[in-house]
Each structure stands twice: as structure tokens, then as C-alpha cells.
């Protein structure tokens, strides 16, 4: 059997591999279990790989979620007002016009506390599960320029003044490949990029297609000729716009709000999945045999061609039962025995 970063990798190239990694994109559930808030594990690489690695080998999921990283917005427009006249920091609903983006400072990775943090616990997540998955979520440039402009000022940009969203995602988009390129520098196994504010929940298809395709295109491809590993994660209804992420450069799809095996037919063979047992009414809310039946149901029909990573669809809540967590790892282990013949 290949070893749990053996598979993910060959998974995420497209090969397939003779297991299904259970990787439950838990992080708020560690954190809360071990009774830290987010600012605290934040900027404490020791709290946060506590937590991670203490939940894990309770659970019995695979690999580790190393931290979000936020520092770009917060670095480049802290020092700006927000459109309340605040200065807070965190670079928040600051940029409006075309003259804001000439006062975003630049980027400069070295000065940022919160990658820091984040490189030492990876370091440190290395040390402690040297055979475990690790990955770190990041944000492409629409979601960068998406948070500088703040949230309703975003989607009415991108509807009336898509030049100007375009044009703050362009300004940051090297800030991004840079950061991209030195946490894959650091040893993690993939990237993780969100992309909860674009999907059908929030914006159509037209909107998409003009005001993000062309930046996550553009984006993505220079982190993957880098030599990174990508997983997009379409949070969110995007089964209109599949055809759009294809060209994306994405190695997997982390999909929520659509079946598994809809995806896998249409798209199974030019991605790999990961996904896609809901985080609430399955897993917060249904009972162990529910959950094991849908996460048993989810690999049979995403992991028949050995490409398929079970997870939640979102962030698993805090408030999901263990036992629901440890009956998804069970029946990802009896699916492999079906598909792959294992005992």
C-alpha cells in the first residue's frame, strides 16, 4: 500500500493510488476541541500544531491543515482606512477606486509575521507526522481583491465596474504566486485556495467568467509551473461553471452543493475530487450509520479510478460528534477493501 503522502501526491498528478485518504479539511474542530480560539492558534505555531496533530490521532483522518494565510491583504492595505474611516489592520473593505490600489503598499513576504508563523508550523507539523499530509489554505487574487474592496462593495464592483475588480486582482496577483511558492518551498503536500464568494450562491456564471476566470487562469498556472500542487475548493453551487474551473490548472476539485458521482462522470477524467459529505446535515447532524453510509456511497462512486480524496464540503464544525468522524474513516477503509481488493 502506498504511504498516505504517496498517495495524495499520485492522486493529485492524475495516477491514482491504492488508498483513500480521509483529509476532513478540519480546522475548526481541533481548535475548538482543544479550547483555543482562532487568533490564539494564529499566531502560536505550537498551539496550532497541538491541536492539529492531537485531533488527528484521536479521529484517525489523515493529514493536517497548517493555518490560513491572510497576510497579503493585511500587509499590503492595513494602513489604509475602511469605508468607515477605521484604520483596523487587516486590510479589510479599504480599496474603492483606482487611486486606492496606488496606496496599497508593496508585498514584501519577509516582513509578514503571519507567514512566520505559518512556515514554523509547518516545521513543526513536519516533525511531529512526518508521513502525514500537510496543506495550507490561501486565497487567489479575486479573493485577495475581494476582501481589499470588502464584501458588498466587491459584488457590486464585479457587476458594475468590472474593470476595477479585475484590476486590484491583477495588482495583487504576484503577492500571491510568491507566497504560493514559498509555503510549497516549505514542504507542504498542496495548496489549498477557497473560492466561497464566487460560486452560484453569489455570483452568475457571466459574472465569473469576466471577472475571475481570467485572473485564476493566469494565476494558477504560474504556481503550477512552479511545480505546486493545487486543490480548488468550488465552495458552493458550481455545476454551471465546472467547464470554467477546468481551465483553471486546478490537480483536484474540493466540491460541495452537487453529488460526487455527477462530477465524476462529467469531469472524472481530466481531475481528481475530493469531498463531499456535508459538513452539517450529515456529518454535525446524522447519525454514524448516515455517515458511514454517505461517505461509503461518496468513494465508491469518486475513488473507482483511484483519484479521490474523502473530506467534508466545507470546514467540518466543531460541533460534529467523534464518532461521526471515525465512522467516515471506516468506510473509506471498506471501500478500498471493494475497489482495491484490499483485506
Given at each position: 500500500?502506498?504511504?498516505?503522502?504517496?498517495?495524495?501526491?499520485?492522486?493529485?498528478?492524475?495516477?491514482?493510488?491504492?488508498?483513500?485518504?480521509?483529509?476532513?479539511?478540519?480546522?475548526?474542530?481541533?481548535?475548538?476541541?482543544?479550547?483555543?480560539?482562532?487568533?490564539?492558534?494564529?499566531?502560536?505555531?505550537?498551539?496550532?500544531?497541538?491541536?492539529?496533530?492531537?485531533?488527528?490521532?484521536?479521529?484517525?483522518?489523515?493529514?493536517?491543515?497548517?493555518?490560513?494565510?491572510?497576510?497579503?491583504?493585511?500587509?499590503?492595505?492595513?494602513?489604509?482606512?475602511?469605508?468607515?474611516?477605521?484604520?483596523?489592520?487587516?486590510?479589510?473593505?479599504?480599496?474603492?477606486?483606482?487611486?486606492?490600489?496606488?496606496?496599497?503598499?508593496?508585498?514584501?513576504?519577509?516582513?509578514?509575521?503571519?507567514?512566520?508563523?505559518?512556515?514554523?508550523?509547518?516545521?513543526?507539523?513536519?516533525?511531529?507526522?512526518?508521513?502525514?499530509?500537510?496543506?495550507?489554505?490561501?486565497?487567489?487574487?479575486?479573493?485577495?481583491?475581494?476582501?481589499?474592496?470588502?464584501?458588498?462593495?466587491?459584488?457590486?464592483?464585479?457587476?458594475?465596474?468590472?474593470?476595477?475588480?479585475?484590476?486590484?486582482?491583477?495588482?495583487?496577483?504576484?503577492?500571491?504566486?510568491?507566497?504560493?511558492?514559498?509555503?510549497?518551498?516549505?514542504?507542504?503536500?498542496?495548496?489549498?485556495?477557497?473560492?466561497?464568494?464566487?460560486?452560484?450562491?453569489?455570483?452568475?456564471?457571466?459574472?465569473?467568467?469576466?471577472?475571475?476566470?481570467?485572473?485564476?487562469?493566469?494565476?494558477?498556472?504560474?504556481?503550477?509551473?512552479?511545480?505546486?500542487?493545487?486543490?480548488?475548493?468550488?465552495?458552493?453551487?458550481?455545476?454551471?461553471?465546472?467547464?470554467?474551473?477546468?481551465?483553471?490548472?486546478?490537480?483536484?476539485?474540493?466540491?460541495?452543493?452537487?453529488?460526487?458521482?455527477?462530477?465524476?462522470d462529467e469531469y472524472g477524467d481530466q481531475v481528481s475530487l475530493m469531498g463531499n459529505i456535508p459538513c452539517v446535515s450529515v456529518l454535525m447532524e446524522g447519525t454514524p450509520e448516515e455517515?458511514?453510509?454517505?461517505?461509503?456511497?461518496?468513494?465508491?462512486?469518486?475513488?473507482?479510478?483511484?483519484?479521490?480524496?474523502?473530506?467534508?464540503?466545507?470546514?467540518?464544525?466543531?460541533?460534529?460528534?467523534?464518532?461521526?468522524v471515525i465512522e467516515a474513516v471506516r468506510a473509506a477503509k471498506d471501500a478500498e477493501k471493494v475497489l482495491f481488493g484490499k483485506k
Amino acid at each position: 500500500m502506498m504511504g498516505k503522502r504517496e498517495a495524495v501526491k499520485a492522486i493529485l498528478e492524475g495516477k491514482g493510488a491504492d488508498r483513500i485518504p480521509v483529509i476532513m479539511n478540519a480546522f475548526s474542530l481541533p481548535v475548538a476541541r482543544y479550547g483555543y480560539t482562532m487568533p490564539e492558534v494564529m499566531a502560536s505555531p505550537e498551539k496550532m500544531t497541538e491541536c492539529m496533530v492531537g485531533t488527528r490521532r484521536k479521529l484517525g483522518y489523515d493529514g493536517m491543515c497548517a493555518g490560513a494565510y491572510g497576510g497579503i491583504s493585511a500587509m499590503m492595505g492595513g494602513h489604509l482606512p475602511n469605508s468607515e474611516g477605521k484604520i483596523v489592520g487587516d486590510g479589510d473593505d479599504v480599496v474603492h477606486s483606482r487611486e486606492d490600489i496606488e496606496k496599497l503598499r508593496p508585498y514584501d513576504p519577509k516582513k509578514c509575521p503571519m507567514l512566520k508563523n505559518l512556515l514554523k508550523t509547518i516545521e513543526l507539523m513536519r516533525k511531529e507526522e512526518p508521513d502525514e499530509p500537510i496543506y495550507v489554505i490561501l486565497h487567489v487574487p479575486a479573493a485577495v481583491a475581494f476582501t481589499l474592496m470588502g464584501a458588498k462593495p466587491a459584488f457590486k464592483a464585479m457587476v458594475k465596474n468590472p474593470e476595477l475588480f479585475r484590476a486590484l486582482s491583477d495588482h495583487v496577483e504576484d503577492a500571491v504566486v510568491e507566497s504560493s511558492k514559498i509555503l510549497w518551498d516549505a514542504g507542504v503536500d498542496f495548496l489549498w485556495f477557497p473560492m466561497p464568494n464566487f460560486g452560484g450562491y453569489c455570483i452568475s456564471r457571466k459574472t465569473y467568467e469576466k471577472c475571475i476566470s481570467e485572473s485564476n487562469i493566469r494565476a494558477n498556472k504560474r504556481i503550477k509551473d512552479y511545480g505546486a500542487n493545487i486543490v480548488i475548493h468550488t465552495c458552493g453551487p458550481y455545476d454551471d461553471r465546472f467547464d470554467l474551473v477546468l481551465k483553471e490548472s486546478g490537480d483536484a476539485w474540493h466540491i460541495s452543493d452537487t453529488q460526487t458521482k455527477k462530477v465524476k462522470d462529467e469531469y472524472g477524467d481530466q481531475v481528481s475530487l475530493m469531498g463531499n459529505i456535508p459538513c452539517v446535515s450529515v456529518l454535525m447532524e446524522g447519525t454514524p450509520e448516515e455517515v458511514y453510509k454517505y461517505a461509503y456511497q461518496g468513494c465508491m462512486d469518486g475513488a473507482r479510478d483511484g483519484r479521490f480524496i474523502l473530506s467534508g464540503d466545507c470546514d467540518v464544525s466543531p460541533m460534529t460528534p467523534d464518532e461521526n468522524v471515525i465512522e467516515a474513516v471506516r468506510a473509506a477503509k471498506d471501500a478500498e477493501k471493494v475497489l482495491f481488493g484490499k483485506k
